[in-house]
């Protein structure tokens, strides 16, 4: 143990000036002699990264957007930070994950966007802590065949996957994505998920709900894809298909439990009858922490569960009338990696479309449904495939798009709610 205290972890934070980028560096800010961070990256957010470099001098920053990147040179250089490396363009992700000099990659892109330099983390055998949900999504069996081949450490961020990790015995925590979770004593998963903001909302309320609605979760503070997808369910359906793969189980194997408090994060039913629950505070930082310190544990600046001012716990089963995005990505998980992959990438630009205001909440189902039909036979058995097949699917759905009413649809929808 005394070993692993001395290690000092060199970090390379994919997706840094997002809301899981942020909450990882506000958790390395409270242990400056534990952590090194190397690497960052944004997609175009300046200030943001600037603020980044100014605090935490990293070596090399990747700003994806050729222009945002020569935009932060410019200000580094005026701070007198010339001497960081700002590299731009898709490609350099997989620079700086891949690198020789770090040791651990926190994946916290949004999107496929993120399967390649994950993938290439991977690869490289570095230690990957897991936000990026839509990597596994994607391309499942190919992203843990390369865990097993490379022996990286793989350790999950997603909150739920994060407590079921810490539920499970050490032997399965050593080797996620193959570990034999039965032959461990385990008959099943239990994914809780809060419903969202909507959980009390009528079926018919659906249609008109707002965007601005649609991002207001009620225990999360998160970046706007995922709220929206919490909001459909469709990001509990994605973790269903993470949990397939992380822990190596059939989807029988996983249950679904709406708990609205979102105070326990997942549990473990263990053959014996007993149920191992994680619980906490609902802030990202706590399995951040646990993933960039395991198997230690460190502050990680959230307050710890009040037991006397805590509201009790409610469990419910999922109404799948009102959440069809859940079933249908439950549908995709047992369909094979054709669905999935299809699923992801509908559902990204669906749920764009929806940001834009250019289509309805309820309209994000029937896309993905449309999408999901179209390509759920497709053979994906490489990573190749898996491109190809975003690819093709992005393009049907962006057609599929110009079926729908796509002209600007707020007003039609300021005027629903007044
Ligand atoms: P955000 O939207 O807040 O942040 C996304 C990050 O990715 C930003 O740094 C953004 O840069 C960058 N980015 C966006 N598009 C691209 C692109 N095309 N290429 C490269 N970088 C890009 O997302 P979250 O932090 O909420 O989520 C990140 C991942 O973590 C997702 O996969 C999500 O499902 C998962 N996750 C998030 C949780 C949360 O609480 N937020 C909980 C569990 C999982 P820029 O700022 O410049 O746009
Ligand atoms: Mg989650």
Redo the contacts with the bound molecule.
């Keep these: 143990m005394s070993e692993i205290k001395n290690v000092v972890r060199r970090l390379c934070i ?10 990882t560096l506000d958790v390395v800010r409270r242990h400056p002699e534990r952590f090194d961070v190397v690497s960052l ?5 300046v200030d ?2 600037l603020a980044q470099c100014i605090e935490f001098l990293p070596e090399t920053v990747v ?3 050729k222009p ?1 990147a020569k935009e932060l040179k410019q200000l580094l250089l005026d701070k007198d930070l010339g001497h960081i490396n700002v590299l731009s363009g ?1 490609e350099a ?1 997989e620079v700086i994950s891949q690198d020789k000099s770090i040791d651990t990659v926190m ?5 496929a ?2 399967l390649m330099p994950t993938l290439a983390a991977v690869n490289a055998g570095k230690r990957v802590l897991l ?4 990597a596994l999504v994607t391309s499942g069996a190919i992203f843990i065949e390369a865990v097993k081949a490379s022996g990286a450490q793989l350790i999950p ?3 739920e996957h994060n407590a079921i990790f810490q539920c499970l015995p050490i032997e399965a925590q050593n080797t996620p994505g193959y570990c034999n979770l039965s032959e461990n004593g385990i008959s099943k998963i239990l994914l809780t998920g809060s419903g969202g903001p909507f959980r009390t909302f009528s079926v018919e309320d659906l249609e008109s709900v707002t965007v601005e609605q649609a991002c207001a979760h009620p225990n ?8 929206v ?1 919490s909001a459909t369910m469709m ?1 509990k359906g ?1 973790e269903f298909i993470e949990a397939k793969w992380l822990f190596n189980v059939e989807p029988e194997d996983i249950q679904v439990v709406l708990h609205p408090q979102s105070t326990i994060h997942s549990m473990v039913q263990y053959k014996d009858g007993s149920v191992i629950a994680q619980m906490g505070n609902p802030d ?1 930082r706590t399995p951040i922490a646990h993933a960039l310190s395991f198997p230690e544990r460190i502050d990680s600046g959230v307050e710890p569960l009040d037991f006397f001012n805590t509201p009790s716990f409610e469990f419910q089963a999922v109404d799948y009338v009102k959440y069809p995005n859940l079933k249908l990505a439950i549908e995709a998980c047992k369909n094979g990696q054709g669905a999935c992959t299809a699923l992801n990438a509908a559902n990204e630009i669906a749920v764009d479309a929806f940001l834009n205001k250019k289509i309805k909440f309820t309209d994000i189902y029937k896309i993905n449904e449309t999408s999901v039909n179209k390509f759920v036979s497709e053979d994906v058995t490489s990573i190749d495939d898996v491109m190809n097949l975003d690819n093709r699917v992005r393009e049907f759905t962006r057609n599929l798009l110009t079926q729908y009413d796509t002209q600007d649809i707020s007003d039609n929808m300021n005027r629903d709610n007044h």
């Design positions: 994919l997706g840094a000036t997002g809301s899981i980028g942020l909450s990256s944004a997609h175009s957010s943001t990264l700003m994806v957007s945002h898709a992700l994946a916290a892109i949004v999107g966007s993120g936000a990026n949900k839509e961020i997603d909150s999360w503070d998160m970046g706007q894809k995922i709220s997808d990001n994605l990202m």
